[in-house]
């Protein structure tokens, strides 16, 4: 038996045994009720969606720039980079996109919830892609460099034309994890009270009384999103034999 | 003309060059010999500046080599440089490997790429990926990529040390080819019997100084130096 073939009939056998074990518990089921808020459910999808590829793309823009700033020759820009990547990742989501919402905002004068949340997770984002992209840069050889210089090619040419493209295909796999992350960081942009999925499957279940499925259906939206990305993830790896041999299978 | 003057390079508290002096004059070939570390790369190295001398100058047809001066791009354009491990760009195939550097300059030239390939023997390689190259195709390819920017020098380090053996012969014979057309070179090398034949120069070093220099007949057969009989005979 192939090794797909087990892993499918594993992943099938255990979600079998879960739904039975959920069934047959002393919980009465109605999916009723969650049902009829589908819409809600829809449009929190869509939010969802925007709002990670929104900020998903600046973080990709902005990320760029955290990682040219921490390779850069300028001691003061590789600190600005520095003291950038330590704040977003020393300090809870959570926290920023509230100081972002109630602190920030207020006072620039802005009141669009999305607007503030997606930036928020594009800045938060941007920290973790730039280390994405810093590492990427960092991965191409030495040699590499120094055969594009000394035929010339300026800082900016051996950038654009010998390291990103290497670079680039290394980046790849760790990018699509830091979307499928985002994905699920966007929930928190629900403390703010933008009506994505969380939001929803908070006031289905409030207006229901059905929590349990209700937060049932938004996970397995998640999931309908983030298992076709890893899957994607996987396969791009293989392709671009990313994977490299460990020797794992020789403990 | 390639000229060294008191080039000093230091590591930290390891000297990698000490006071080195030397002329290699246009259309001339200098192998640059000597045990493993004694400062034949990192001399190399100083004249497109991948190396900064701790203090001395290099000059190159009397342009100073400074990498942070903003012609040093084209000094370096100036210098073909071929490297132990070739450094070919994995992500192009040779014919592009050879015609980058000149397209972003401005003066690509897809037919004089594919003549560089011709003249190093491997014509028949230009859309290959370097990957699918064995170590002496890898080598020629790169030899024809630093020609490419027609260059007035070239250096090689140690281009033939990363080879399989049967490979040598070829990488040498584009060499060869290339020193009897006049280029200038300075060449860092194991490879004794190709110093003899092809150099007018031999240098020889050792902890990052230049013990002796002469024609390949006064340094292997009449060295003058107790140190310089010492490693040849190791060699040899």
New interface residues.
């Given amino acids: 038996m192939g090794e797909r073939t087990t892993r499918l009939l594993i992943t099938v056998g255990l979600l079998g045994a879960l739904v039975a074990a959920l069934a047959t518990s002393p919980y009465e089921w109605d999916f009723e009720p969650t049902w009829r808020y589908r819409k809600l459910y829809g449009n929190g999808l869509l939010k969802t969606l925007g709002a990670t590829g929104i900020a998903f793309t600046v973080g990709l823009i902005v990320g760029v720039g955290v990682a040219l700033a921490r390779l850069s020759k300028q001691l003061w820009l590789r600190h600005i980079g520095d003291l950038y990547v330590e704040l977003i990742r020393g300090t809870p989501f959570l926290v920023q996109i509230m100081i972002a919402y109630f602190g920030i905002a207020p006072l620039i004068g802005v009141d669009d919830k999305f607007l503030v949340g997606t930036f928020a997770l594009g800045a938060f984002a941007a920290a973790y892609m730039g280390e994405i992209f810093r590492a990427g840069i960092e991965s191409v ?1 030495r ?2 460099f ?9 800082s900016n ?1 051996t950038l654009r ?2 390291v990103l ?2 670079a680039f ?1 290394r980046m790849i796999p760790p990018l699509t994890g830091e979307l499928i992350a985002l994905t699920k960081e966007s929930s928190l942009l629900f403390a703010i009270g933008v009506m994505e999925m969380m939001s929803a499957a908070r006031q289905v279940g409030a207006d229901t009384y059905r929590n349990f499925e209700a937060l049932l259906v938004v996970a397995a939206l998640y999931l309908s999103i983030t298992i076709p990305l890893s899957l994607l993830a996987r396969r791009l790896e293989r392709k671009m034999g990313t994977a490299s041999r460990t020797g794992v299978e020789l403990l | 003309m390639i000229e060294f003057r008191d080039v000093c390079k230091y590591y930290g508290d390891v000297v990698a060059l000490d006071d080195v002096t030397l002329t290699v004059e246009q259309g001339e070939v200098v192998a640059v010999i000597g045990p493993s570390g004694s400062g034949k790369s990192t001399l190399l190295r100083c004249v497109n500046a991948l190396e900064t001398p701790s203090a001395g100058e290099v000059f190159l047809d009397g342009r100073l080599v400074d990498a942070t001066h903003k012609d040093i791009d084209e000094i370096r354009t100036d210098v073909g440089m071929v490297f132990q491990h070739f450094h070919l760009f994995p992500h192009l195939t040779a014919l592009r490997n050879v015609m980058l550097a000149p397209e972003l300059k401005g003066r690509g030239d897809e037919d004089n790429a594919r003549a560089l390939l011709e003249r190093v023997g491997v014509a028949d390689k230009a859309d290959v990926y370097p990957d699918m190259l064995s170590g002496g195709q890898k080598q020629r390819v790169a030899i024809a990529r630093a020609l490419a920017m027609d260059p007035r020098a070239m250096l090689f380090d140690e281009p033939t040390s990363a080879l399989d053996p049967e490979m040598v012969g070829e990488v040498l014979g584009a060499m060869h080819d290339l020193a009897e057309e006049g280029m200038t070179m300075m060449i860092a090398t194991h490879e004794m019997g190709f110093a003899r034949e092809a150099a007018h120069r031999v240098v020889f070093m050792d902890e990052g100084k230049i013990v002796e220099v002469g024609t390949p007949d006064e340094i292997f057969d009449n060295a003058q130096r107790e140190r310089t009989r010492a490693f040849l005979a190791k060699v040899l």
């Fill in positions: 050889e040699g590499q120094e055969a594009a210089r000394s035929l010339g090619m300026t040419q034309h010998i493209p290497q295909k």
